[in-house]
């Protein structure tokens, strides 16, 4: 089998992985790029399993569509928690540099600047990423309605539900797939159809699974006994796998039991969660003062590969700026206290007693 070229498939805002020749997209936040080693793989779905309050994986979710939109990439957005067009209006503004960067002083770069050989002085401070497909994003400020109205998005929000015949127990599972499949079929997406320009189909579907998708008022309890959210998930993927297509899903998983909850992560490709320190105890932990949660990459599928990237048991943490939503790898300082406590303590013999006698001067 022999692996396309890089240009095999010009199309904005994708790369090819060199090492299996999987087309890749980014999800908008350069940080989770590099964990998922350069990107989301076009053809997957990615779960986000949302906090207590939703609020972080909403973001994600808007990072995702908003690097979409700047690509010229078509975009199917759905919910029935909040109206699409509302998320689609609101996304991030993008920006031609860091936001955290642009707000540095050159003061304090002279400052930090270290005392080595000024030959060196020009050298990055950081390994980046050479193929870097991303932008940047201020979440400060919100896209121009120009942008929106010229990119080609599809919204969905459950109004046109057909009671008919179908393996769900809510029909708004069966609808989202039929609306996921026709806007596939519209714009030549599948890998059988041959169009005069290759283009991605972005699939962003906010809280599904909330209590909005239960199919009556009277079926709270079905909530753990129903298999509408993993066979979703699970006939998404077989869809988004024939298409140059990729999907991101936020889940409420706090509500779910855990089977529920596994079956879910199996049926997808990829599944982040994300641990927020609001309403627990780490919130007032010193050490982690910075940082606004834990970052947990509890599933990453190898794609044209034997073997995956998963990073294994690093320790990842995310903090949420005014401008900027960034996730790095958790460095924690050392224990001065427990530092200190033990140079007070006097040196002793190892064997011997540390209290003298009365005979003893």
Not at 32 to 60: F, Q
Not at 67 to 83: C, K
């Amino acid at each position: 089998m022999e692996k396309p070229s890089r240009g095999s498939f010009n199309i904005p805002g994708t790369v090819i992985n060199g090492q299996n020749a999987q087309l890749l997209t980014s999800t908008g936040i350069s940080s989770v790029d590099s964990i998922l080693g350069g990107g989301l793989p076009v053809g997957t779905v990615t779960i986000i399993e949302e906090d207590i309050y939703g609020s972080h994986a909403k973001i994600m979710l808007d990072y995702f569509l908003a690097e979409g939109i700047v690509n010229d990439h078509s975009t199917l957005v759905a919910s029935l928690d909040m109206n699409p067009y509302n998320i689609i209006k609101n996304l991030p503004a993008v920006i031609h540099n860091d936001p955290e960067e642009s707000t540095i002083s050159s003061d304090s770069i002279q400052d930090d600047k270290m005392r080595i050989a000024f030959r060196y002085q020009n050298l990055p401070t950081s390994d980046k990423d050479s193929h870097n497909i991303g932008h940047y994003f201020d979440l400060s400020k919100t896209m121009s309605l120009a942008d929106i109205e010229n990119s080609d998005i599809c919204y969905w929000n459950g109004q046109r539900i057909e009671n008919g015949t179908s393996m769900f127990a809510n029909p708004a599972y069966n609808e989202l797939l039929k609306a996921v499949k026709e806007k596939i079929k519209e714009g030549k997406f599948f890998l059988k159809d041959n169009p005069s320009k290759r283009n991605v189909l972005r699939v962003g579907i906010h809280s599904l699974g909330s209590p909005m998708w239960l199919p009556s008022r009277d079926s709270y309890h079905l909530m753990n006994e129903s298999r509408d959210l993993d066979m979703f998930i699970f006939c998404l993927r077989a869809l988004v796998r024939s298409a140059f297509a990729v999907a991101v899903i936020t889940i409420p998983t706090h509500l779910y039991h855990e089977n529920s909850l596994d079956r879910c992560i199996h049926s997808s490709d990829i599944a982040m969660r994300l641990q927020t320190f609001s309403g627990t105890e780490l919130e007032n932990n010193f050490s982690l003062s910075d940082y606004h949660g834990f970052f947990h990459l509890t599933k990453l599928a190898a794609i044209n590969s034997f073997a995956s990237k998963h990073p294994g048991s690093i320790e990842y943490v995310f903090k949420l700026r005014r401008k900027k939503f960034h996730i790095e790898k958790l460095h924690l300082p050392p224990d001065l206290q427990e530092v200190g406590s033990s140079n007070s303590t006097p040196p002793s013999i190892a064997c011997g007693s540390s209290n003298k006698h009365l005979l003893e001067f």
